[in-house]
Structures are given as structure tokens and as C-alpha cells.
Nanobody, 124 residues
């Protein structure tokens, strides 16, 4: 069982930056693939980025490549999402998620545990 708590959301102007954090409970954080997803009002929950549990591989949605960076600190049981050059279309609730099996995926249904979400609003 893993409990996830996101933080770091807020209101930022276009072009600004935010760093989201997701703190996980439990002693087996390193065994989970970690992902970030986002959901805008009236839209489906979309994949943003993921970090594999081993090997250090990272994955990004095309819409955030070159602007967002996912990282993890297993000693702190925390995964981060550094978001730069933010755009109004990045406005959404951002969720972190943990997947216990094999490798990260872009499908939200494949993830076992979810945080409560943190709101990111980018003003134009």
C-alpha cells in the first residue's frame, strides 16, 4: 500500500515555472514506477511524464517534452515534476501515481495508487 501526497501547485503567469512534489509513504517506494497525469475541466486524465523504477528511464507526453522534467529521490520517497515555460493549456489538476508492475505506461488505468491532486493554473 502506498499513499501519495502532491504539493507545489499554484497560480503562475505564462512562461513561468513550478515544481510539483509527490511524497510517498511506505518503505518500498523504489519498487514503483511513478507517473504524473493531469486533468483539465471537462477533459480526460492525460499522461504527462513517468519515471521507471529501475534503469532511470523517463517518458514524456509530446506536449511537455523539453519543458517538463520528472525526477525522483528514492531516499526521500519523493517524485518531482519541474515545469518550465508554462502555457495556459497546462492548466489542470496534476496527479501523481504509482504502478507496481514491470514498467511505466501512459495509461491511467495501469496505475495502482493515486494522490489527491494539486491545482496548477497558468494565466495568460
Amino acid at each position: 500500500q502506498v499513499q501519495l501526497v502532491e504539493s507545489g501547485g499554484g497560480l503562475v503567469q505564462t512562461g513561468g515555472s513550478l515544481r510539483l512534489s509527490c511524497a510517498a509513504s511506505g518503505r518500498t517506494f523504489s519498487s514503483y514506477n511513478m507517473g504524473w497525469f493531469r486533468q483539465a475541466p471537462g477533459k480526460e486524465r492525460d499522461f504527462v511524464a513517468a519515471f521507471a523504477r529501475s534503469g532511470g528511464s523517463t517518458y514524456y507526453a509530446d506536449s511537455v517534452k523539453g519543458r517538463f522534467t520528472i525526477s525522483r529521490d528514492n531516499a526521500k520517497n519523493t517524485v518531482y515534476l519541474q515545469m518550465n515555460s508554462l502555457k495556459p493549456e497546462d492548466t489542470a489538476v496534476y496527479y501523481c501515481a504509482a504502478r507496481s508492475k514491470w514498467w511505466p505506461t501512459m495509461r491511467s488505468d495501469d496505475y495502482d495508487y493515486w494522490g489527491q491532486g494539486t491545482q496548477v493554473t497558468v494565466s495568460s
